[in-house]
């Protein structure tokens, strides 16, 4: 795929990963979409990349948004063949005291808001017989990160791991799906809030949230490895080298407990979900269903 072909959109495209990842497009020569809630910093993020980087409002948790946010950009890059979807937020806190708004926040932008996108995106591309390539931003947190406190985050960025991996199976060939799985970045993620109804964190809070982000890596370096990751089609994009250790645990635990609760054995493919859909519609071809 010629990468200078098609335009490109970037979902929380106005600060942290999502602008770093506007701004290697554009160093690559690449027309690309800007799309936020908030446009005005939107706008200033744009201009400050110069080149075709452009601005776009969408709000992803609205359905009707992403579908006007395919048309625009269509206008502003032409036909796009490159989708990020990667606007994200943080709130909640000790999963016992966190309340229902704080959990609906967090989804509707990362998991309703990334089945938006992609599903709008995708079968636009497959209308016009478009090559390219859709890329979640999961994380570390996707394969088996988890600390206290952070919840709704972790369960949302499971939630977009699962959809990528159902719209592996499901996409043309001709359009890849990746799933970028970054650790921390310094972003000013843990000031989302900013963006909703709830309640803004202390100043306390709100500075201890600021320091620990700024310990992350270059948001230009995630950008660059979500690029060139699309770019060859890979499925997962790794970007911390220390996220293999939860994901080993993980699979440690998957491993150990089916070794020795659900061991294999002769005939247990016959209960495997592909095997029996092969015989249920062996058995509804037979009944002329």
């Known amino acids: 795929m010629d990468n ?31 799309a936020d809630v908030d446009l005005e910093r939107a706008e200033g993020a744009a201009r400050e990349i110069g080149g075709r980087a452009c601005a776009a409002h969408c709000d992803v948790t609205d359905p009707a948004s992403v579908d006007a946010l395919v048309a625009v950009s269509e206008r502003l890059v032409g036909p796009v063949g490159l989708v990020f979807a990667n606007a994200g937020v943080s709130a909640g806190g000790p999963l016992l005291q966190s309340r229902t708004e704080e959990f609906d926040f967090v989804f509707a932008v990362y998991v309703r808001g990334t089945w938006c996108t992609l599903a709008a995106f995708a079968r636009r591309m497959i209308e016009q017989g478009i ?85 992350g890596k270059p948001a230009a370096e995630i950008a660059m490895r979500a690029v060139d990751g699309v770019l060859a089609g890979e499925f997962l994009i790794p970007t911390h080298a220390h996220s293999i250790r ?22 247990a493919e016959a209960y495997e979900m592909d095997s029996l859909l092969a015989r249920a519609v062996a058995l509804a071809h037979q009944k002329g269903e």
């Open 131 to 215: 090559e390219g390539g859709l890329c979640v931003t999961g994380s570390e947190h996707s394969i088996g990160m988890q600390h206290a406190g952070l919840g709704f985050y972790t369960a949302s960025k499971h939630a977009v791991l699962g959809l990528a991996d159902v719209l592996r199976a499901e996409l043309p060939p001709a359009i890849s799906i990746s799933v970028l799985c970054p650790g921390i970045v310094a972003t000013d993620l843990n000031r989302s809030k900013r963006n909703s109804s709830l309640p803004p964190d202390d100043a306390q809070t709100l500075a201890f949230g600021d320091l620990v982000m700024s310990m």
């Open 4 to 34: 200078r072909q098609y335009g490109a959109v970037v979902t929380g495209g106005a600060s942290g990963i999502g602008r770093a990842i506007a701004e290697e497009l554009a160093a690559r020569g690449i027309a690309v979409v800007l």
């Open 246 to 267: 939860p994901a080993e645990k993980r699979w440690g635990e998957i491993k150990d407990a089916w070794g020795r609760l659900a061991p294999w054995h002769e005939g």
